[in-house]
């Protein structure tokens, strides 16, 4: 089961290319719970003029993993160019899921 070293798998368990995705969902799960948590309680998620601590861990989270993006694309694009944009659209779709909910509820 030795998978060659440029291959999509073993790209994907590099540290610089899971660990965006893993920050993404990461982010998306404590919006989403707050949401729903929110709900539950009766009183729905609503942009405050003061953020909460969900809000500043989300930006931490979305913006701490650009610096991992730039390096992945920079190392990994030369070596292999296919499978790198094939994990960057990866990437990009964890972090555009995990923006959705705040563009669309206006948090």
Do not use: C
């Amino acid at each position: 089961m030795n998978q060659p070293a440029n291959s999509f798998g073993a790209i994907l368990k590099r540290p610089s290319a899971f660990l965006p995705l893993a920050m993404s969902l990461t982010a998306l799960a404590m919006l989403m719970g707050a949401i729903v948590h929110g709900y539950v309680a009766g009183h729905p998620v609503v942009r405050e003029p003061d953020e909460g601590a969900i809000a500043h861990l989300w930006q931490l989270l979305m913006a701490g993993q650009m610096p991992f993006v730039a390096f992945f694309a920079i190392k990994w694009l030369p070596r292999a160019p296919r499978q790198t944009l094939y994990v960057l659209g990866l990437q990009a779709g964890a972090a555009l899921a995990s923006m959705a909910p705040v563009f669309l509820l206006n948090l």
